[in-house]
């Protein structure tokens, strides 16, 4: 059975009413398919990531395959740190990130902390490893002063 140009002409309307919609649709989105837009860069696009917070009874259970990652500078680690915790500076993770990888790819879960509730470095590092590749990660929002405020034992 062949199809009349009737026919035709209507299933292209139908075609080219439902694209129109769509695109409608998408360009009034809270959240739209980049279409015409270029694509967000791969830290952009990481700052978006809302990553999961623990509490210090969850840092005091963790076993084997978690990783505990200060994002303090250096200075504070070396004054005291959660025990086992490995150092990795926000502000370093160019210079240090390198070294470290290997370990942090083979663990199955990252918890990052910083120094408290009100530091935004645990969160700035958890975003360069989630651009890393890093997806398993965690934050410990209350940090050394949640940690330590509780009485727990620190390192040095």
């Given amino acids: 059975m062949a199809l009349s140009k009737r026919h035709v ?12 919609l769509g695109l409608g649709w998408n360009f009034f989105a809270g959240r739209p398919l980049p279409l ?5 860069a791969p830290e952009a696009a990481a700052a978006d990531v809302r990553f999961g ?27 005291g740190h959660i025990p086992g915790a490995l150092s990795l500076p926000v502000g370093e993770f160019a210079g240090t990130f390198a070294a470290l990888a290997p370990r942090l790819r083979q663990a199955r879960l990252l918890v990052v902390y910083c120094s408290g509730p009100t530091c ?3 969160r700035a590092l958890a975003s360069r490893l ?8 965690l934050l ?13 034992d620190v390192e040095k």
């Fill in 9 to 20: 002409w209507q299933m292209l309307a139908l075609a080219a009413a439902g694209l129109l």
């Fill in 36 to 40: 015409l837009r270029p694509l967000p």
């Fill in 53 to 79: 917070e623990v509490d210090a009874d969850f840092v005091l259970q963790t076993g084997s395959g978690i990783l505990l990652l200060d994002a303090r500078a250096a200075a504070a680690y070396r004054l």
């Fill in 120 to 122: 935004d470095d645990s």
């Fill in 130 to 137: 989630w651009a890393q590749g890093l997806k398993s990660l």
């Fill in 140 to 152: 410990y929002k209350g940090g050394m002063e949640d940690w330590s405020g509780g009485g727990r």
